[in-house]
């Protein structure tokens, strides 16, 4: 545990607007997450509404055990009395501890995602939690041998999970699982380009846009084999970075949709805050970190997007508030121009119908923050790839 507040995890070289922009955000995540719990449980969203004088409050919306497990993964690097406060009075092991009990739970209380399992097992094995045994079992359950599809996100965060876990658990069982959610990550790779919306198998997603692979499928899993740190994955892992980063927008943006089979971009809208400030950084971090390639102009012009967004003159950041609002969107909220886009470049690759961009332009601004944004902004700049305290 660390027992003094850790500088930040800065990009080499980074010039000092960048720098405080860091420090920024990472002063404003202690004051949001308080605002993201109720009755000891994580929100899914904080709503931003009008306060009838010009400017916003936020209202709390849903309970999510994935928000919480990621929120525990940013914050359990910060010093136990920091923790405090930011966790209504616990800590990082009370935290975890309730969500390790919570995976032998039944009915409606029952933990059925792979992904939120492998989030759980993760934050467990990052925390050094006397639960981790417990939740490695379960994870294994979750993650039958036999295979079959899983979303990509899920099969990344289970390889992340376990990379962290291996080294305490020391377990032939997890060795060997690990081997197995490593594999199937790297054969998820589309012909040497991107990763798309499963692997394993097919039948998750629909066949219009199974060559369709989202912002989160790349970093992701470019975040886990950078954990995985053998010569394979860090291969995967540098062309995958290479492609996104070739593909970043000039404001420098982080696009959402790609075609897998290309590297090229589907669909660019919604740009998301967090993967400007948080998770773009946190993978590519952890990739050079591990020994790949350094991205970092990439990481700060994505960066340099949260104070000067191309799309808007909206502030994106509300300091007094402690969030970022989510994102910039298309005027489109039938979501018509991502489908679009996923069945024209299904025919045709480079068929983009470009006129489109008039009818639905990048104008709308999502004000809701959710608390796994915080979280993993956390995570990324007071982060180590091997999760050293």
Known sequence: MRDAFPRPRLVAGTDSDVEKLIGRLLELAPRGLPQMQVDGEFVFTLRGESDGEGGWRTVPVGRSLRYAAITALGVQLMPETEQRPVLGGDTVDDLVGRMVDRLAATGERAVTSLGDVALICWAAAAASHDGLPQALERLASADPADGGPVFTVDAAWVVSALATARTAAGSPEVEAHFERARRRLLDGVREGALFSHEVGGTGLVPGYRAHVGCFADQVYPIQALARAGDDE????????????????????QWWWHYDARTGGVVEGFPVYSVHQHAMAPMALLDLADAGGTRHVDAIRRGLRWMTDPAETDVPMILDELGVTWRKVARQDPKKAMRGIRA???RMRPDWRLTSLDRVFPPVAIDRECRPYELGWLLFTWLGSPTGEK
């Open 233 to 252: 994955a860090l291969t995967v892992a540098d062309a995958a970075a290479a492609r996104i980063c070739d593909a970043q927008g000039e404001g420098g």
């Open 343 to 345: 069945m024209t470049t």
